[in-house]
């Protein structure tokens, strides 16, 4: 799909997101019909300024990121990832940078997608299975995006030395690619930024994430206990990476009769049928 970058305003940012992953067709008749009524209107076209053009900014980078995100694990369906929205996501944040070269989140998000996108080739088996992180053979991830990865994500540090969300998130994921295997990744420099991310953007989301980063630097019960406290969340009662995470400590801590019903709860509450299959697999191996 030919897409092309405006800075967007508004339109909230799930229904934009929408658009871009909906059929090409679809989306044709929707630019169509937007372009005429914009025509009839006579609505007049203005570069925002200011505090306009950095809320449209963050708006254009969220939906770049949500885009990303659902290629690189699709919410539903039969495919684990849908690499051509990643490269559009890709695409997209690259011409940005070139027209905000000054805004050090739009070279953070880039430093992000770039490093995760590194990793496409190792996540599933030849048959489309997912490979988990630790699982994934590190020879395979494409060092050319991971340098890209790094020098967007010191570009963005040169602008501003106090990071932002996807900076931040770029910095975490520089953890894993600068590490030959998951033992030698910088755990505890993992763990204080998510926490710095927790403090900047609180979310229980992260701090689960954080949790799994706790649970290697620490050790497994020290996330369980962080795991356990987020189990009344009401935000993460239907998230399915809950109860996986949860029986991957347990499984660590030589809990395994209560392992199996984990990740069979895990596997409930997922859309995406190969995780589905995983998560199935997971819960008897």
């Given amino acids: 799909m030919a897409l092309?970058?405006?800075?967007?305003?508004?339109?909230?940012?799930?229904?934009i997101a929408r658009a871009f992953l909906t059929s090409e067709a679809t989306v044709s008749q929707r630019i169509l019909r937007a372009k005429k009524t914009l025509a009839e209107k006579r609505v007049p076209f203005e570069a925002p300024q200011g505090p306009e053009l950095a809320a449209r900014l963050a708006s254009v980078l969220e939906v770049i990121y949500l885009i990303f995100n659902e290629g690189y694990t699709a919410a539903a369906g039969s495919d684990w990832m849908r690499p051509a929205?990643?490269?559009?996501?890709?695409?997209?944040?690259?011409?940005?940078?070139?027209?905000?070269?000054?805004?050090?989140?739009?070279?953070g998000l880039?430093?992000?997608?770039?490093?995760?996108?590194?990793?496409?080739?190792?996540?599933?088996?030849?048959?489309?299975?997912?490979?988990?992180?630790?699982?994934?053979?590190?020879?395979?991830?494409?060092?050319?995006l991971i340098h890209r990865g790094l020098a967007a994500l010191d570009r963005a540090g040169k602008l501003r030395t106090d990071r932002g969300r996807y900076s931040l998130?770029?910095?975490?994921?520089?953890?894993?690619?600068r590490a030959l295997t998951p033992a030698?990744?910088?755990?505890?420099?993992?763990?204080?930024?998510?926490?710095?991310?927790?403090?900047?953007?609180?979310?229980?989301?992260?701090?689960?994430?954080?949790?799994?980063?706790?649970?290697?630097?620490?050790?497994?019960?020290?996330?369980?206990?962080?795991?356990?406290?987020?189990?009344?969340?009401?935000?993460?009662?239907?998230?399915?990476?809950?109860?996986?995470?949860?029986?991957?400590?347990?499984?660590?801590?030589?809990?395994?009769d209560e392992v199996r019903a984990e990740f069979l709860r895990a596997a409930s509450l997922t859309q995406n049928e190969r995780e589905r299959k995983m998560l199935l697999a997971r819960a008897t191996g």
């Fill in 4 to 15: 092309t970058l405006r800075i967007l305003g508004g339109l909230p940012t799930a229904e």
């Fill in 85 to 107: 929205l990643c490269e559009d996501a890709l695409r997209l944040g690259r011409i940005l940078a070139g027209l905000a070269p000054n805004e050090p989140e739009v070279h």
């Fill in 169 to 177: 998130e770029a910095a975490i994921a520089a953890c894993h690619a």
């Fill in 110 to 144: 880039v430093a992000l997608m770039e490093i995760q996108a590194s990793r496409i080739a190792a996540r599933v088996t030849p048959s489309g299975d997912p490979i988990l992180l630790f699982d994934q053979n590190r020879v395979l991830w494409n060092h050319m």
């Fill in 184 to 256: 030698d990744t910088d755990w505890r420099r993992t763990v204080d930024l998510y926490a710095d991310l927790a403090r900047l953007t609180p979310s229980p989301i992260v701090e689960l994430n954080r949790a799994v980063a706790v649970g290697m630097a620490y050790g497994p019960a020290a996330g369980l206990e962080l795991v356990d406290a987020l189990l009344e969340e009401p935000r993460l009662r239907e998230y399915y990476l809950l109860p996986s995470v949860r029986g991957d400590l347990l499984r660590k801590l030589g809990r395994l």
